[in-house]
């Protein structure tokens, strides 16, 4: 486990498959908001009151899950932001996704497929710090796609409730392993109102993927039960 303290009302925890082993515990448990997931946050909070000085609110913060394939995942806790700030923050988690990814799969490429587990481990560990990224166009480019993960239908359908009925954002809707997973795109809604969309997302589930790889995933092992305007034909 290792946690990083990002600033005053932010902390990231990344947990590797050898922590989650040890815990016995997988991505779902935070999905699902398990028993176990709420006793290994709780953990989890304490490691960070010690380690890096880490106040939580008195009542209540948002907690964001990126899964990280082959690796393990990363939390981060933070305080809910009053003067409306998510959007960029919800950008900028977009972003360090798709830059993990990236380094990961660059590290892979100069070590070989013959790479030791404890090189791949240390690859694994580290939480790339707020604008490294590796490619020169990659700090400036906004992602257009987003997969958000759900415990169940009627959280989407809450979600798709809240949404602005001329929301002009393109979505269809997957089912796997008892998991529901909406693939959200920009489509011809305007940068702020799609941020938007996506913040008001990880109120109801949790963001999944912002990486090809992670959809061409989805659709290969996931069932498609709409295929398009989702959000729009779940309103209800």
């Given amino acids: 486990m290792k946690i990083e303290r990002v600033d005053e009302k932010t902390v990231k925890c990344f947990l590797s498959n050898e922590d989650l082993e040890e815990y016995d515990i997988d991505y779902k448990d935070f999905i699902m908001r398990s028993d176990k997931a709420r006793e290994v946050v709780q953990d989890i909070i304490e490691q960070a009151r010690e380690e890096v000085g880490y106040k939580p609110p008195q009542f209540a913060f948002d907690l964001q899950i990126m899964l990280l394939p082959d690796q393990g995942l990363i939390l981060t806790f933070s305080d809910r932001d009053p003067e ?107 940068y702020e109102r799609y941020s938007r969309a996506c913040v008001q997302a990880m109120e109801f589930g949790s963001l999944y993927a912002a990486d090809e790889s992670q959809v061409a995933g989805l659709e290969e092992h996931g069932q498609c039960l709409i295929s398009e305007k989702a959000l729009k034909k779940l309103r209800g």
């Avoid at 954002?169 to 795109?185: N, P």
């Fill in 84 to 190: 409306g700030k998510e959007s960029d923050q919800f950008i900028e988690c977009l972003k360090e996704m798709k830059r993990i990814l990236q380094r990961t799969r660059e590290k892979l490429s100069i070590n070989g497929n013959s790479a030791s587990g404890e090189q791949e481990g240390n690859a694994a560990q580290e939480i790339p710090e707020e604008g490294k990224a590796p490619g020169q166009n990659q700090q400036a480019e906004r992602p257009g796609f987003a997969v958000f993960v759900f415990s169940g239908i009627g959280r989407i359908m809450e979600y798709a409730a809240v949404l602005p009925t001329k929301l002009m954002v393109d979505s269809r809707l997957y089912e796997m392993d008892g998991l529901y997973y909406l693939y959200l795109l920009k489509g011809r809604a305007s």
